[in-house]
């Protein structure tokens, strides 16, 4: 049984990236690199070709770390973390699970993935897969719980496949319901296997000190146990570190001191301790005393782990983020250790994965580490704040701000921290200096002092908030920073927060501190009677996960979930801390407290947005996310029905009134709204806001409201918004607030997308071309220029220049009306101001029986569509040409054959529609001229459902038209087969003509094929 039970929290998002549709009105992106990295692997036939599972995905580099490429064409719900191998036996050959847990395999070195039939089963993960040496198409497989309170199957979570994946069988002498979080072969003697547990915590507790360390002598075949800890620690521990050494040294590590590091020096048949704790272990290949770990970042050994030393030079995505207890850098979290093919040679190299620096590399055995130069494309750093600078002299090309900055986000040790661009993007650098933050979740800009003139941009004032690395007590802030340099040097704005613990290990701990905002009348305390126009801004309000107070009764109360200062421009230092004197209050009154029963129940209430009135600063708005937990499962708690959601202050926040009327609640409550995770205010009324909501535990509950009159009441204000999905931002335009744009979550089977409202949200439509399924966690507009927006997503910021596009329909008015003089549906009327009309250029090949352009165009027959709403089955969105090979190889009955798409695929939205009857004209051709054509579908075979995303034949859904056969009328039904989306009222669609030549296969390859029409695959 779980833990915890929630009601409902904030769920962790795994963005889904795929390559970028270039073109005009496309989302592009060009970094930042680096960021989490879980993996490195060679291909030990090949030097300068490695393999990276990362956290935006699987990526190779084919010149030695010096350039990074996404490979995952073919696989449906992108590797993120996941585990991967390579088969040296059949070159080329790799396998990587995606994070559903479905097994893929390439045949080309990652180019084109394809399904191999396996699937993790249910409430399991793999944690490891391993090529079996010497026999090309066989791979072990060690797998977990998901839940490491309960194992969810009496089977044996160590199998072996002989047939390249498609199945796994249990290898013998492996206990039932126990995980593994290791699986190694020796090198030197592939009958040699080693496999270690993982955490498990079983009820009742263990009665014996458990087996966690298992080998084999037969190749895996079966196993037995060689290992269990000396004192029963009451639960399974988990051993992930196996390295074998020279002769017959083997390595053991277990960040767990129940275990610690082991050394055997007969092959693992028998074990001693040594000393640490490791996660990750190398083994040098030749002096059986050398061995590498993880342990305090990265550390050797050269008496056979008896004693250690820290190797640490240049390991730190932040070298200024300093421990206090030794001034040196806290080093880089450490996810894998690799050396490369023929380690330690003269050139090669020691690997690290790490969890906040992308990749590092030493060339002299750990003495020096580096990052720089080996991270370029490396789409990694999980962005949720960017910033573009407002001075002018900062505007490049096409009118457009190019320096701008991004915040590094999610992550709990030493990072990079924030990123810098000074040309709009196309590169970014580091601007960390003196920045002590693990995790960045907001960034702005003092207006006031940003300076107009190239020269005051180097001290223009810039603030930052998010949360610092939880590495040790003492290397703990407050989480808000400030710069007077322009970003090229950072200081905490600590002052006179409330610490924990005793001088000098006393440290603060507000968890993460999620949005800032600067009062803008605040150049004087008291306050401008209007915003200023020089000066310095003086007062912040900030919202965090809150202070815990002493317990009373059993119970702690969090404070200071709302904060405010009014001397954040001081350079006064405190006399006590060293640091900024920086004054804060706590200004959370009486909003709905955070309260930990310690060990039975939570009910915790987070500020997530706070908003300060553009004309009163007494008015302010936060919006909130609860969190309700019960510890000690298996009585009858009832949750009390608390006041969540959106609050309004009108007294600066002395008291906090809930202003709900409208917004949805959780089942079962009155008062317990769902979760708000996004809230925006209008430039200059306050009485205008929008909302974002969601309850995590309801499918398809997500939406936005609106309200006018200061939170009085809210009316859904979510017309277009597809499939609800989940929205994390939102966006006004200050120079037009009727124009508000949205970032919404999703998955791959129903993608998020970026939406943009031109009537204050009454209606909403997608401009996501090129961007990522899983969207965006923040946006902003470049000041300068408004058609341009960036949106911070898991790998990086992305671009969008926002060219003339009358009807929406995500096709460039250019590019409309340049195909078939602007009318490709021939109705006499302008493709350009048609909703449910697009025509695109030149993306086909050349049918050969003809010569013309290749254009096509997505015509949405409305009247004979059946609407689901005002407006319905009018407005197409997101019209665009879609490429077959970012979806790896369409086979035919498992291959080697496959479709080809000589024509390539369309992609588009219809809104508001329950049935769509689309028809989709390839201008030119004549598909009945060729033999082999047919009409294929990309998506969930079930809408919504992830893991039945593949190729389907689409059957009698899609029509050839006679005459002219080059126009497919394709019949599209809401939640139905051909649809993403799980919902009654949109449909999205991928699909197109495929070409496939069965004839020289009919007759058993004879010589003389059928006759009849040319093939298709001409």
């Known amino acids: 049984m779980p833990a915890l039970r929630f009601l409902t929290t904030i769920a962790s998002l795994a963005l889904l990236i795929g390559a970028a549709w270039a073109g005009p009105g496309a989302w592009t992106s060009n970094g930042p690199f680096g960021g989490v990295i879980y993996e490195v692997r060679f291909d030990p036939a090949n030097a300068f070709t490695l393999y990276a599972s990362t956290r935006g995905g699987l990526f190779r580099s084919l010149d030695g770390g010096l350039s990074w490429a996404r490979i995952e064409n073919g696989i449906a719900n992108s590797a993120i973390g996941t585990p991967f191998t390579l088969d040296p036996d059949l070159p080329g050959t790799l396998y990587a699970f995606d994070k559903l847990g479905i097994l893929y395999r390439s ?16 409430n399991l993960v793999a944690t490891r897969i391993e090529d079996v040496p010497g026999a090309g198409g066989q791979v072990m497989l060690a797998l977990s719980a998901f839940d490491q309170e309960t194992f969810p199957s009496a089977d044996v979570m160590i199998r072996r496949s002989t047939d390249s994946g498609a199945s796994f069988n249990a290898v013998a002498g492996i206990p039932n319901s126990l995980g593994f979080a290791s699986l190694a072969f020796d090198p030197a003697n592939p009958l040699l296997v080693l496999a270690g ?10 009665p014996v000190s458990p087996n966690v360390l298992f080998r084999s002598t ?54 001693n301790a040594v000393t640490g704790n490791s996660n990750h272990l190398i083994a040098h290949p030749s002096i059986a005393d050398e061995v590498y770990s993880d342990a305090n970042g990265f550390s050797v050994s050269v008496d056979g782990g008896l004693s250690w030393t820290p190797r640490n030079t240049g390991l730190s995505p932040n070298p200024s983020y300093l421990d206090p207890a030794t001034a040196a850098p806290l080093p880089a979290v450490v996810n894998g250790l690799t050396a490369s093919p023929g380690f330690p040679a003269p050139g090669s190299g020691l690997w690290i994965a790490s969890d906040g620096g992308g990749v590092f590399r030493s060339l002299d055995a750990g003495l020096n580490w580096s990052n720089a130069g080996i991270n370029d494309g490396l789409a990694a750093v999980n962005t949720r704040a960017v910033l573009v600078h407002t001075n002018p002299a900062t505007i490049g090309g096409g009118g457009t701000g190019q320096r701008l900055y991004a915040g590094f986000s999610d992550a709990f040790y030493s990072t990079s921290g924030i990123f810098g661009s000074s040309n709009g993007g196309a590169s970014w650098a580091t601007a960390n200096n003196g920045l002590e933050a693990a995790t960045i979740r907001a960034l702005t800009i003092d207006p006031l002092r940003a300076g107009t003139s190239a020269g005051q941009v180097s001290s223009s004032y810039l603030y930052a908030s998010g949360r610092s690395s939880l590495a040790t007590l003492r290397s703990r802030n407050g989480g808000i920073y400030r710069s007077i340099t322009g970003g090229l040097s950072w200081a905490k704005l600590d002052g006179d927060l409330p610490r924990r613990g005793t001088p000098p290990n006393d440290y603060i701990q507000l968890g993460t501190v999620r ?3 600067l009062d803008p009348r605040s150049c004087t305390i008291p306050l401008a009677p209007a915003a200023c126009t020089s000066g310095t801004l003086k007062r912040m309000v900030a919202t965090t996960n809150g202070n815990q107070s002493a317990a009373v009764g059993g119970v702690v109360t969090l404070t200071h979930r709302i904060i405010r200062s009014d001397n954040i421009d001081t350079t006064a230092t405190h006399p006590l801390r060293g640091t900024l004197d920086v004054n804060w209050t706590d200004i959370s009154g009486d909003l709905t407290p955070s309260t930990n029963t310690l060990g039975v129940l939570g009910q915790l209430l987070t ?16 919006g909130t996310y609860k969190s309700f937990i019960d510890y000690d499962l298996g009585d009858a708690i009832t949750f009390a029905d608390i006041h969540t959601g959106v609050f309004k202050t009108i007294n600066g926040g002395v008291n906090w009134l809930p202003v709900n009327t409208g917004l949805p609640r959780n089942a079962g409550f009155s008062n317990v709204v769902f979760d708000v995770l996004a809230l925006e205010m209008h430039p200059t009324n306050h009485d205008i806001l929008w909302a974002t909501v969601i309850d995590f535990e309801t499918p398809n509950s997500a939406s936005i409201y609106k309200t006018t009159n200061g939170g009085a009441t809210w009316v859904e204000s979510a017309a277009g918004i597809a499939a609800r999905v989940d929205i994390r931002d939102l966006l006004v335009d200050p120079g037009d607030p009727n124009i508000v744009y949205a970032a919404g979550a999703g998955t791959p089977s129903n993608p998020g997308s970026v939406y943009k409202s031109d009537d204050g949200g009454v209606n909403w439509h997608s401009i996501s071309i090129g961007l990522p399924a899983d969207s965006a966690l923040a946006l902003t507009l470049d000041p300068f220029n408004p058609s341009l927006l960036h949106a911070g997503t898991n790998s990086g910021v992305w671009s969008l220049t926002q060219v003339p596009d009358a009807d929406g329909d995500g096709i460039p008015d250019s590019e409309e009306n340049n195909v078939l003089n602007g009318d490709g549906n021939g109705d006499g009327l302008p493709d350009a101001a048609q909703r449910d009309v697009g025509s695109t250029g ?126 497919w009328r394709l019949t599209l039904d809401a939640n139905q087969f051909g649809s993403y989306r799980p919902v009654n009222d949109s449909i999205l669609f991928m699909g197109g003509p495929a070409c496939y030549d069965d004839r020289l296969f009919r007759d058993s390859l004879e010589t003389n094929p059928d006759t009849g029409p040319p093939s298709c695959d001409q």
């Open 515 to 517: 949005d800032i905002r």
């Open 197 to 206: 547990t993982d955490y498990l915590y079983p009820t009742p507790a263990p």
């Open 842 to 967: 030149v993306i086909f090949r050349a049918p050969a029986q003809v010569t013309n352009t290749g254009q096509a165009t997505i015509d949405v027959r409305v009247e004979l569509s059946v609407p689901a709403g005002a407006n319905g089955c009018s407005q197409a969105t997101d019209m665009q040409r879609a490429y077959s090979v970012q979806h790896g190889r369409d086979y035919v009955s498992g291959g080697p054959r496959y479709y080809r798409y000589l024509r390539e695929m369309a992609r588009f939205e219809v809104q508001r529609c329950s049935r769509a009857i689309v028809d989709l004209v390839y201008h030119g051709s004549n598909f009945a001229a060729e033999y082999g054509w047919s009409f294929r579908y990309r998506g969930p075979g079930t809408p919504g459902d992830d893991a039945s995303i593949g190729w389907y034949g689409f059957g009698q859904r899609a029509a050839l038209l006679p005459p002219t056969n080059n126009t």
């Open 607 to 622: 500020p997530v947005n706070v908003l300060i009135s553009p004309s009163d600063p007494n008015v302010m708005y936060v």
């Open 107 to 122: 045949a080309d070195g990652g180019d084109n993935w394809a399904p191999t039939g396996y699937s993790v089963p249910a």
């Open 218 to 271: 037969d190749g895996g075949l079966s196993f037995g146990p060689v290992f269990a800890p000396g004192v029963n620690p009451g639960y399974i521990p988990r051993v992930g570190a196996i390295a074998f050494g020279a002769g017959s040294r083997v390595y053991v590590g277990a960040g767990d001191p129940a275990v610690g590091n082991l050394r055997s020096d007969n092959d693992g048949g028998s074990w």
